[in-house]
């Protein structure tokens, strides 16, 4: 009799979902808001504000290759292979994460004050590390967790669902304190404005990281591991050498359909971390939103988003994976080329807004499409991946390698935040934190990034014999799914 492949259904579902949501809200917040509270209400410089955050991202990037193999090599235990990760971390995340908005503030005559600089790079660093050995061992999950292409996608719009929603908490709380500011384009910390910012944000941090702390112990207790206990997997019980690491290693940088797919993830990553950290001072310096206003981006985040996720899930299911992928990026790459329009200084304010709407209704509604298609095509080219492994059984070889491959696209990723947060941080340095002409053009350039990602997403293709033997399994028909590739 054969087994019938594993899958996540309903609760189970949901609080594996939830670990992302949990992780992603404060993480959210933190790259939306760290940069604008730092410099604009902490004094600190820019650029060494963005140095701590790229500091942050690449250990992170580290923290998640070595989490990654750590997970591959873990003998299972009571609470299985991978779910223990999310504990062990958890009380410095949780610290770190609060502490975060309680820095000694810079003088004002004073940007490089070294007592803020080393606590806001100490932090950083120590909250990246606790906070890489829940998110990567949560993510390679997925391929144990469930074994069918149809139940992935299903996952991935769930964990992509909770994004939305984490990505509108993390930028609706700070905007609703942007918006009763007196003078929202004066908030350093000596001022009235910045000493309401200063005073409301710790309490803030502290709300989202028990968000945090609540939906990381519902994936704990929800993820089932136990199918470890009747495996036949042979885990080395030797303790991993720097040697086997290496090796490790090359399994995802040898493939080449993977190594394009990071390369997919690198751009991708840089244009998130740009809106990311560029949107507050585009709406305050070049909008020139105030009061009010600045619930207009709350109402587009929210709104655009929905109807993404609707629009992007729907055309999903009738088209395959990798040509719905490359529409959403191409929608991407226009509408942010088409914020350029607003070097134009000559628009009247209800044309800004309502060119506004368009523009970054779409950036957000496609950007957070991408989580949809993400997860599944990852997940597909690790099981491409362990099928050519022959010296292993089919099983065993997925649980060798998933927390490897995940751990390299993290790492990918954190690369990629960490470049776009440097290059940010030497842009906007000085008076150019306040140049509406450098941050529309910093914004624009999204689209070049997004444009790169698109020339590696058209180089990869999927395995049809693969995929569709996947497809079977999950009660696909062979022919249904080669209608689709």
């Not at 942050?56 to 090599?73: C, R, V």
């Not at 074994?147 to 964990?159: G, L, P, S, V």
């Not at 088409?338 to 060119?355: G, N, P, Q």
């Not at 950007?367 to 022959?390: C, K, W």
Request: charged share 15%.
């Amino acid at each position: 009799m054969v087994e019938s492949p594993r899958e996540l259904h309903g609760m189970r579902l949901i609080g594996y979902a939830l670990g992302n949501f949990g992780l992603i809200l404060t993480n959210m917040f933190i790259g939306v808001f760290l940069f604008q509270y730092y410099v604009y209400t902490i004094n600190l410089d820019s650029i060494l504000t963005s140095v701590g955050i790229s500091l942050q991202l690449i250990f992170s990037a580290i923290s998640s290759i070595i989490f990654g193999i750590l997970a591959d090599n873990k003998k299972p235990a009571k609470f299985g292979k991978r779910r223990p990760f999310l504990l062990y971390g958890l009380p410095t995340w949780v610290l770190t994460s609060i502490i975060l908005w309680l820095p000694p503030k810079c003088p004002q005559n004073n940007s490089l004050f070294i007592p803020t600089v080393a606590f806001l790079w100490s932090i950083l660093i120590i909250q990246s590390i606790s906070g890489s050995s829940m998110m990567t061992v949560h993510f390679s999950m997925l391929t144990e967790q469930s074994q069918t292409h149809q139940n992935r996608e299903k996952i991935a719009a769930a964990i992509t669902f909770f994004q939305i929603i984490a990505s509108i908490l993390a930028l609706m709380l700070p905007l609703i304190i942007e918006s009763i500011l007196p003078n929202p384009e004066n908030v350093k910390w000596w001022e009235p404005s910045g000493q309401i910012v200063f005073s409301y944000m710790p309490w803030i941090g502290t709300s989202f990281t028990s968000f945090g702390v609540i939906s990381i112990l519902i994936t704990f207790f929800s993820v089932d591991e136990s199918f470890h206990k009747t495996t036949t997997l042979k885990i080395s019980q030797k303790k991993a050498a720097l040697k086997s690491f290496i090796h490790q290693m090359k399994t995802p940088l040898w493939d080449k359909k993977y190594r394009n797919y990071l390369s997919v993830r690198l751009f991708t990553s840089i244009s998130g971390k740009i809106l990311g950290v560029i949107v507050i001072p585009f709406l305050t310096y070049t909008l020139l939103f105030t009061g009010s206003k600045y619930y207009i981006y709350v109402g587009v985040s929210i709104i655009s988003k929905m109807i993404g996720f609707y629009i992007w899930r729907k055309l999903l299911k009738k088209n395959s994976i990798l040509k719905i992928y490359m529409i959403c990026i191409i929608s991407s790459i226009i509408s942010c080329l088409l914020e350029l329009v607003f070097l134009i200084k000559l628009l009247s304010v209800e044309f800004e807004i309502a060119f506004f709407i368009f523009t970054m209704g779409t950036i957000l509604g496609s950007m957070y499409g991408l989580g949809l298609f993400e997860p599944p095509l990852a997940s597909a080219l690790i099981y491409e991946a362990a099928d050519r492994i022959e010296d292993l059984d089919f099983d065993e070889a997925v649980s060798k390698i998933s927390g490897v491959y995940f751990g390299l696209n993290s790492f990918i990723m954190a690369a990629g935040q960490s470049m776009a947060s440097f290059i940010i941080g030497i842009i906007l340095t000085g008076r150019n934190a306040e140049n509406s002409t450098i941050i529309t053009i910093t914004l624009a350039s999204m689209g070049i990034f997004y444009l790169l990602s698109l020339f590696f997403l058209k180089r990869i293709k999927l395995e049809k014999k693969f995929i569709s033997k996947e497809a079977l399994s999950s009660g696909v028909s062979e022919d249904d799914f080669s209608l689709k590739e």
